[in-house]
C-alpha cells in the first residue's frame, strides 16, 4: 500500500523558506495527486495545495500564493513543499497527504508523519 | 469558500456512551466529497468515513457517517477508551479544500 515518509523537523529564522520532502513507497508518484496541509500548534487543519487531477495542474489556497510551491521528482518519488518569506505564524506542523478522488469518494489518505517547522528569530 | 463549523466544540462522554458529532456547511457538498478524520496528540490525522458514510478500511463497524446538502453526522455507537481524540470533517467538493475546526472527544 501507498506509505508516505516525511523529512525531519525544521528550525527557520523569519523571512526565510522552508523545503520539505516526502518520500512516497509502496506506489509511484506520478499515479499518485499530493497535496500538503498545516496544522499550527493546538490549531486545527488547514489544506493548503496540491494537484488536482480534473486541471491537471497544482492548485495553492488563495491565503500562500506567491510564496509557496508544490514540486515532484519522479525519479525519486519524493514531493515537495517549499514555504518562502516564512513567518512566525507559519509554526506549524506540515503534512503530506494522497488525494484520492474517485465515484466512492474522495478523501485524503494517506497522510505523512508530519514535519513540524519552527519559525523563530 | 465553503466553511464547515462542527458542534460540540467539545463533547464530555463515558466508554460506552454513544457520541454524535456533526458538520454543517455553507454551502451544499456533494455527498461523495465529504470525509471525516481523527486525530490523537502527536499523531496525524487517520480517514474514518469518505464519501459521507463509507467506512475506511480497517475502521470499526461502531463508526458512522450519515447526512446530505449541508449537514452531516459521525456517530460512534459504544464509545471505546481509544476512540476519545479530535474528530474533523472535510469537504473536497469545492476549491478550497475546508476542513472544520474540529470536535475534541473527551472522557468525562
Known amino acids: 500500500q501507498v506509505q508516505m515518509v516525511q523529512s525531519g523537523a525544521e528550525v527557520k529564522k523569519p523571512g526565510a523558506s522552508v523545503k520539505v520532502s516526502c518520500k512516497v513507497s509502496?506506489?509511484?508518484?506520478?499515479?499518485?495527486?499530493m497535496h500538503w496541509v498545516r496544522q499550527a500548534p493546538g490549531k486545527g487543519l488547514e489544506w493548503m495545495g496540491g494537484f488536482d487531477p480534473e486541471e491537471g495542474e497544482t492548485i495553492y489556497a488563495q491565503k500562500f500564493q506567491g510564496r509557496l510551491s508544490m514540486t515532484e521528482d519522479t525519479s525519486t518519488d519524493t514531493a515537495y513543499m517549499e514555504l518562502s518569506s516564512l513567518r512566525s505564524e507559519d509554526t506549524a506542523v506540515y503534512y503530506c497527504?494522497?488525494?484520492?478522488?474517485?465515484?466512492?469518494?474522495?478523501?485524503?489518505?494517506?497522510w505523512g508523519q508530519g514535519t513540524l517547522v519552527s519559525v523563530s528569530s | 469558500e465553503i466553511v464547515l463549523t462542527q458542534s460540540p466544540g467539545t463533547l464530555s462522554l463515558s466508554p460506552g456512551e454513544r457520541a454524535t458529532l456533526s458538520c454543517r456547511a455553507s454551502?451544499?457538498?456533494?455527498?461523495?466529497?465529504l470525509a471525516w478524520y481523527q486525530q490523537k496528540p502527536g499523531q496525524a490525522p487517520r480517514l474514518l468515513i469518505y464519501?459521507?458514510?463509507s467506512r475506511a478500511i480497517g475502521i470499526p463497524d461502531r463508526f458512522s457517517g450519515s447526512g446530505s446538502g449541508t449537514d452531516f453526522t459521525l456517530t460512534i455507537s459504544r464509545l471505546e477508551p481509544e476512540d476519545f481524540a479530535v474528530y474533523y470533517c472535510?469537504?473536497?467538493?469545492?476549491?478550497?479544500?475546508?476542513f472544520g475546526q474540529g470536535t475534541k472527544l473527551e472522557i468525562k
Open positions: 509502496g506506489y509511484t508518484l506520478t499515479g499518485l495527486s
Open positions: 472535510q469537504q473536497s467538493g469545492t476549491s478550497p479544500h475546508t
Open positions: 497527504a494522497r488525494y484520492y478522488d474517485v465515484l466512492s469518494g474522495s478523501r485524503f489518505d494517506p
Open positions: 464519501g459521507a458514510s
Open positions: 454551502q451544499s457538498v456533494r455527498s461523495s466529497y
